[in-house]
Each structure stands twice: as structure tokens, then as C-alpha cells.
């Protein structure tokens, strides 16, 4: 089975989600168990760092989806960063960028928080 590993960390009042390996309908419950408790922490201001994330499948891609809403329904989002060209190009044919912020580097999308 693929490795697929979830870290966060915080920068202020953002969590940052650290995403590694292989993000598919097997790992896809650790990242869904990482968003379950930023909401019971009521944490709703997410980036998502892809740096290390190798592979993304649907199921991947629906985990987005499926909490996008609740984040921004409490005045939060959540902001991608750090994507491989291969990994984007996947979010970007789905037509990911209408819908989420993408940045170049996780300092900027937690800046983005900070400017409201």
C-alpha cells in the first residue's frame, strides 16, 4: 500500500496541513480524520501544502470538496500551495483554480489569511 502521511503545524490562527506520499481512496480517511478534528477544534482557516505529496487520485480530490463548504461557512477556507507541476495540472483540468486560491509558497497563503 502507498505511504501517505498528514502534519500540521500552526502559523497564528492558520493551520497549515503538510500532505506526503500518496493521496488516494485508501489514505484519503487520514486527511478526512486531519479536517474532522481542525473542525471539532474549530479551526477553519486551512492551508494545504502539497510539496511532498507525490500522487493525487479523485477520491483525494473529493476530501477538498467534501469540506471546503463547512470552512467557509465559519469564515474560513482552504488555500492549496507548493504543487508539483503534475499535481496542479491534475486540479487544474478539474477546474480546482474557479473554486480554490493556489500559491507558490506556504508563507504567502498564510499571508493571504492575514490581509482578510
Known sequence: MAEFYVG????GNVNVLKVKGYLDAHTAPELENAFNNLI???QYK???N???LQYISSAGLGV????????RENNGDIKFCELKDDVYNIF???G?????EFYKEEKEAVEK???G
Open 8 to 11: 500540521k503545524h500552526g502559523v
Open 40 to 42: 471539532n477544534e474549530k
Open 46 to 48: 486551512v492551508v494545504v
Open 50 to 52: 502539497f510539496k511532498e
Open 64 to 71: 477538498f470538496m467534501a469540506y471546503v463548504e463547512t470552512m
Open 92 to 94: 487544474d483540468l478539474l
Open 96 to 100: 480546482f483554480p474557479m473554486l480554490y
Open 113 to 115: 489569511y492575514k490581509q
